[in-house]
T-cell receptor
Framework: DVKVTQSSRYLVKRTGEKVFLECVQD?????MFWYRQDPGLGLRLIYF???????EKGDIPEGYSVSREKKERFSLILESASTSQTSMYLC????????????FGPGTRLTVL | QKEVEQDPGPLSVPEGAIVSLNCTYS??????FMWYRQYSRKGPELLMY????GNKEDGRFTAQVDKSSKYISLFIRDSQPSDSATYLC?????????FGQGTRLTINP
């Protein structure tokens, strides 16, 4: 059973804190993605990675950074959390080339107070 | 203009009804068109995908793509309460997906 796991289902942080969201996939996928999901806005791509130590900005990278030191792990970092970053964060992975089904994790509901 | 537009609903229909969910897109380079289904407190899962124009059927679900009008549809026949979820259309561009806003669907018993 293929799996994408995320480190936390729910997280509450204070404004200004540094926040780490971890994602691990066990499918040996090259590509990994971080999205945020907000009502009425759908899924918006924050960052993605095609390979270890590679990263590309998505549509809304401001206020976020990422790290991919191992193929199976992709971390999203909020350097200084703000209330506007309260959201559902979804990690996904897929394989390279042609049509790619993305596999999603269960999401992390982050609340920044 | 968003690359993929989808009416966010919510949409509520009685059990057994035929449901039509729709998206429009602007980028003519899109080749693959997908529908993801997301249950409450879960991540999205792929429901169906089509390549280029045409219809694809899978049980009670039919996906339809009209590239000439840049219009994507998902039809659900004999809808069931278990179909209650958020449905997201997605188009594949260069190595990444572009999602619509998602439509929240409720099927009432």
């Amino acid at each position: 059973d293929v799996k994408v796991t995320q480190s936390s289902r729910y997280l509450v942080k204070r404004t200004g804190e540094k926040v780490f969201l971890e994602c691990v996939q066990d499918m040996d996928h090259e590509n990994m993605f971080w999205y945020r999901q907000d009502p009425g806005l759908g899924l918006r791509l924050i960052y993605f990675s095609y390979d270890v130590k590679m990263k590309e900005k998505g549509d809304i990278p401001e206020g976020y950074s990422v790290s991919r030191e191992k193929k199976e792990r992709f971390s999203l970092i909020l350097e200084s959390a703000s209330t506007s970053q309260t959201s559902m964060y979804l990690c996904a992975s897929d394989t390279r080339g042609g049509y790619n089904e993305q596999f999603f994790g269960p999401g992390t509901r982050l609340t920044v107070l | 203009q968003k690359e993929v537009e989808q009416d966010p609903g919510p949409l509520s229909v009685p059990e057994g009804a035929i449901v039509s969910l729709n998206c429009t897109y602007s980028n003519s380079a899109f080749q693959y068109f997908m529908w993801y289904r997301q249950y409450s407190r879960k991540g999205p899962e792929l429901l169906m995908y089509t390549y280029s124009s045409g219809n694809k059927e899978d049980g009670r679900f039919t996906a339809q793509v009209d590239k000439s009008s840049k219009y994507i549809s998902l039809f659900i026949r004999d809808s069931q309460p278990s179909d209650s979820a958020t449905y997201l259309c997605a188009n594949q561009g260069a190595q990444k997906l572009v999602f619509g806003q998602g439509t929240r669907l409720t099927i009432n018993p």
